[in-house]
């Protein structure tokens, strides 16, 4: 984390000496609510209760420290990740108003910050990537070998399992979808089925809840994130031809509120039940 912040000081700085950071260049697009943009600032609206749940760098090891400590470290993390964030989408905005016509994001960056720039970028993506690939590999061996005990839990299965998840990686690759933020998206889709937990257990204290409930939200999260798949992927279309951000929100939304309907439908079904008390 040390690095990365380091290493995207740097960029920033390179980017503001050479006069790139203007009023005209961050505002130069006006705030469309059916651009793409702001599309997925409404997709991050309804899947920010549940994907820092199924964070396995918070929820695998966000835990070691007591109580206090990790309260605070996710708070830390928080305003820390929302500046990084936009100083990230920064430099794509400054690419999108100094691009030529059908030129790339990464082409316009280097023909504006020039090569030392441009691998500061490159490095700063490293660095990232491979956060998400350790945090992802160690929590996929401790599911197969801790949580599930598919194996017995030692170093050389728990290598086997990073292989395999790897290699099982690389295949979507090949199926057509190269796009870094679909993995992203599929994901945090299937996470969706956490948001009812949060709303009705761990806030509204209902552990009246039946397992149908529980089996049918994950159900629902696990199919709206193989139907985005697919769908940003072109391998259908059973959404129509609207862009894939859009088929985002509307699958985001679908499982957001199928959840919650299936967990109060659950709620309710086990309340009426429970037997009546006997009068005295």
Avoid at 104 to 121: C, I, T
Avoid at 162 to 171: H, I, K, S, T
Avoid at 227 to 252: P, R, W
Wanted: aromatic share 10%.
């Amino acid at each position: 984390m040390t690095l990365f912040l380091v290493v995207l000081a740097l960029l920033s700085g390179l980017v503001l000496f050479q006069g790139h950071v203007s009023i005209d260049n961050i505002m130069f697009k006006a705030f469309n609510i059916t651009e793409p943009g702001p599309i997925l600032l409404l997709v991050a609206l309804l899947q920010v209760w549940s994907y820092p749940m199924h964070d396995p760098v918070m929820m695998d090891r966000g835990f070691l420290a007591d109580r206090e400590t990790t309260r605070k470290s996710f708070i830390h993390a928080g305003w820390i990740s929302v500046i990084c964030i936009i100083i990230f989408g920064s430099f794509g905005i400054i690419a999108g108003a100094q691009a030529a016509s059908g030129e790339s994001m990464n082409e316009a960056l280097l023909r504006l910050l020039g090569d030392n720039a441009m691998l500061l970028f490159n490095i700063t993506l490293i660095i990232s990537a491979m956060s998400t690939l350790d945090s992802t590999l160690s929590s996929s061996s401790k599911l197969v070998a801790v949580d599930m005990k598919l194996m017995p839990a030692s170093r050389f299965n728990g290598r086997v399992t990073m292989a395999v998840f790897m290699l099982l990686g690389l295949l979507c690759v090949f199926l057509g979808n190269k796009d870094l933020f679909s993995a992203v998206a599929v994901s945090g889709t299937a996470s969706m089925y956490l948001a009812p937990v949060i709303f009705f257990c761990l806030w509204g204290k209902q552990d009246q809840v039946p397992v149908w409930s529980y089996v049918s939200t994950f159900i629902l999260a696990i199919a709206g994130a193989a139907l985005y798949f697919v769908e940003s992927a072109g391998h259908t279309q059973l959404l129509g031809d609207a862009h894939k951000y859009t088929k985002l929100l509307f699958i985001s939304a679908t499982v957001l509120i199928g959840g919650c309907l299936l967990f109060w439908l659950g709620i309710l079904s086990n309340r009426k039940t429970q037997p009546l008390p006997s009068s005295a």
